[in-house]
Each structure stands twice: as structure tokens, then as C-alpha cells.
């Protein structure tokens, strides 16, 4: 818990002073009282419980000042509440090595398998965008709470050579965010995309773009939105997936990752040839530490299942930082009533002590 206006903390000394005040008061109280024979006839007038109930409503109104003052320093505190609105992009891993056999049937039929499941389980104010990476990435399914298009789009993926996670991540990323200044072009295909190396034109060239700017934010901060990025296997083209992971990271966005397939992973005598597919768990692991997403490890489709029921239960209820002043302004007033009402009820409306 943090406090939006700490310096009303300051306010906190009083407690001390008055503590001392109602000490004060009591002395005083005492000095002034009417002489008895003796204290024991003074304490069997009394009772044995009203000693200390003339202490009690004075220390209920010391705490309803306190939690008053931490009211107005306006405290706010990370909860779990329900998501208002969501947007998540799937980033999915549609490389060869998805062909591998260590998941029944194979690890992209599993994969889609598990997927659409995860689609048609978010609630529905969770819209979703759909990017497949492989050599270079496209984006499949634009942003939409269109449950059926999206799981039509996951049956359109089509495997293709070379594993771009770069690629994949910042493609969802600008999905996710199209106005946030990043230059995807530039990103993904260098900073000069749409020359001609040696054989340029020699007509004079365009004047370059403007780079596009933005105001970096705590990582993880961004509520409204997350990526989900599922691979098998290890970079072999593209940006580099952990500076792609820092730009997420610099505009808040969290990164899930989910590393898919086993060890051995072994795809059988495809085009001719046969290799294994390992799977870069330490890549993925660093994405989702960089931008304090989490790290999933599914070795089987049933391990995939159970990782995207998790996501999904997990986007229904997001954490979030939320004002919490109302409640300290109610406990103040429910210790001031009670306070008052201890008071009528012992001391029949009379001062405090003088029962």
C-alpha cells in the first residue's frame, strides 16, 4: 500500500498529544475530586467494569482520528477485482518444428486445440487479437470479441520455416497497442527497410520518418491488456526476443509465456529429414521476468489445457491499484458512532467518567 498524499501523515503526531491531553485531564480530574474515607467504597460504587469503561469511547475516537488521517493521506492498495476491459493478443508459434510428434497427435494440433478452448472460455468483455510467427509474423485476427472468428482464425494457421520470436512479440505488441510508438517496420526489418542495399535508386530518397516517441512506464503496469506468447522452439531470425520484451516491458505490457514441447522433441522424416525441436525455455522465461509476466512450462496437451484454463481465470480477475480512502473515512465514522453509543449506553448521556 502506497499513499497518493503522504505529507497528511504528518497529522499522525497528534495522536500522541491528545493521548497525553487525556492524561492530563484525568490528573487533573483526580485532584479536583471529593475526598472518601476510603478508595476500596469508591471502587465497590464503581463495579469492577465501569473502571475501564470510562477509558473506552476516548480510545475509540484516538483510532477514528487515525484512521481519519490515513483516509485523507489517500491510501491506495493493489486488489483483485473483476476485469471491466480487456485485450489480449495471442502470439502463437506456427514454425516447422510445431510438427513435432512428443504431443499426441503433434504439437500444433495440440497447441490449437488448447487455444480455442482458452478463447471460448474468457468472459465475454475480453476482446482478443491472434498473431502467428514463424520465419516473419503476420497478424491472423485482428482485435474482436467475435468468439467464432477467432476460432476460425487458429484453424488457418499455416507452419513455414524459421522461429522469429521477435517478430511474433513485437507484432503483438503493436496490435495491442497500434498508437504507441513503435516502429515495427524498423523493428523487424532494420532501420533500412524498403531500400536496395547497393542497387538503390539514384533518385533522391524519401526524407526518413520521424521516430516515433513515448513516455516509458513502470513495467507491468498497463491494466488493459496482456500478451500471451506461445513457442516451441529457438530464435533463428528476427529481432532479438529479449529487446523486443524491453519495449513491451517500457510501455507496461505484460508478457506470458508458454514454452511448449519436451526435450526430445523429434519431428520424423519430414521433407527428407529428420531433427529435434528443443525448446528455448530460457528465452521465455527471461521475456516474461523483463516485463513481470510468468514463465508456463507444458510438456503435453494436457499440461497446455490447464495452463490456459489458469490465464483465462486470471484475465477474468486483474490486480489493480485502487483509491481505498472511503473505507478508512467509514471505519472512522463506524469508531466515532460506536464511541457515542458506548457513551449513552454507560453513562447515560452524562460526561465520560462521571457515572
Known amino acids: 500500500m502506497h499513499f497518493v498524499w503522504p505529507q497528511a501523515l504528518w497529522a499522525l503526531l497528534l495522536a500522541p498529544l491528545l493521548l497525553v491531553f487525556y492524561l492530563w485531564l484525568l490528573r487533573r480530574k483526580q485532584r479536583s475530586a471529593l475526598a472518601y474515607p476510603s478508595l476500596s467504597l469508591v471502587r465497590a460504587a464503581m463495579g469492577p467494569r465501569k473502571l475501564w469503561r470510562r477509558h473506552v469511547p476516548p480510545a475509540l475516537l484516538g483510532l477514528a482520528l487515525i484512521s481519519a488521517v490515513l483516509g485523507m493521506a489517500r491510501p491506495v492498495a493493489s486488489v483483485v477485482l473483476p476485469a471491466d476491459y480487456m485485450t489480449l493478443v495471442l502470439a502463437i508459434d506456427v514454425s516447422r518444428s510445431m510438427l513435432a510428434e512428443d504431443v499426441e497427435p503433434n504439437r500444433i494440433k495440440a497447441a490449437q486445440a488448447a487455444v480455442k478452448d482458452f478463447i471460448r472460455d474468457l468472459p465475454p468483455?475480453?476482446?482478443?487479437?491472434?498473431?502467428?510467427?514463424?520465419?516473419?509474423?503476420?497478424?491472423?485476427?485482428?482485435?474482436?470479441?467475435?468468439?467464432?472468428?477467432?476460432?476460425?482464425?487458429?484453424?488457418?494457421?499455416?507452419?513455414?520455416?524459421?522461429?522469429?520470436?521477435?517478430?511474433?512479440?513485437?507484432?503483438?505488441?503493436?496490435?495491442?497497442?497500434?498508437?504507441?510508438?513503435?516502429?515495427?517496420?524498423?523493428?523487424?526489418?532494420?532501420?533500412?527497410?524498403?531500400?536496395?542495399?547497393?542497387?538503390?535508386?539514384?533518385?533522391?530518397?524519401?526524407?526518413?520518418?520521424?521516430?516515433?516517441?513515448?513516455?516509458?512506464?513502470?513495467?507491468?503496469?498497463?491494466?488493459?491488456?496482456?500478451?500471451?506468447?506461445?513457442?516451441?522452439?529457438?530464435?533463428?531470425?528476427?529481432?532479438?526476443?529479449?529487446?523486443?520484451?524491453?519495449?513491451?516491458?517500457?510501455?507496461?505490457?505484460?508478457?506470458?509465456?508458454v514454452a511448449f514441447g519436451t526435450p526430445n522433441g523429434f519431428i520424423p522424416g519430414y521433407e527428407g529429414w529428420s531433427f529435434y525441436a528443443k525448446v528455448d525455455e530460457e528465452t521465455l522465461q527471461a521475456i516474461a521476468k523483463v516485463t513481470e509476466g510468468e514463465f508456463f512450462r507444458a510438456g503435453n496437451s494436457g499440461d497446455l489445457k490447464q495452463i490456459y484454463e489458469h490465464l483465462s481465470t486470471k484475465f477474468a480477475l486483474e490486480r489493480r491499484d485502487t483509491e481505498i480512502s472511503a473505507l478508512w473515512a467509514a471505519l472512522s465514522l463506524a469508531l466515532i458512532l460506536t464511541a457515542g453509543g458506548l457513551s449513552l449506553l454507560w453513562f447515560r448521556r452524562q460526561p465520560w467518567g462521571q457515572s
Open 125 to 257: 468483455n475480453i476482446r482478443v487479437g491472434v498473431v502467428s510467427f514463424a520465419g516473419a509474423a503476420q497478424l491472423v485476427q485482428g482485435i474482436t470479441d467475435q468468439r467464432e472468428e477467432l476460432v476460425a482464425s487458429i484453424d488457418r494457421f499455416q507452419l513455414q520455416r524459421g522461429t522469429a520470436t521477435g517478430s511474433g512479440l513485437l507484432m503483438a505488441l503493436s496490435t495491442l497497442l497500434p498508437n504507441a510508438g513503435i516502429d515495427l517496420e524498423a523493428a523487424i526489418y532494420g532501420q533500412n527497410f524498403g531500400g536496395y542495399g547497393n542497387y538503390a535508386s539514384p533518385a533522391p530518397a524519401a526524407p526518413p520518418k520521424a521516430k516515433p516517441s513515448f513516455t516509458p512506464v513502470p513495467a507491468g503496469s498497463y491494466s488493459a491488456g496482456a500478451i500471451v506468447l506461445l513457442s516451441d522452439g529457438r530464435r533463428t531470425t528476427g529481432p532479438d526476443p529479449i529487446e523486443a520484451a524491453k519495449q513491451a516491458a517500457q510501455r507496461g505490457v505484460r508478457v506470458y509465456t
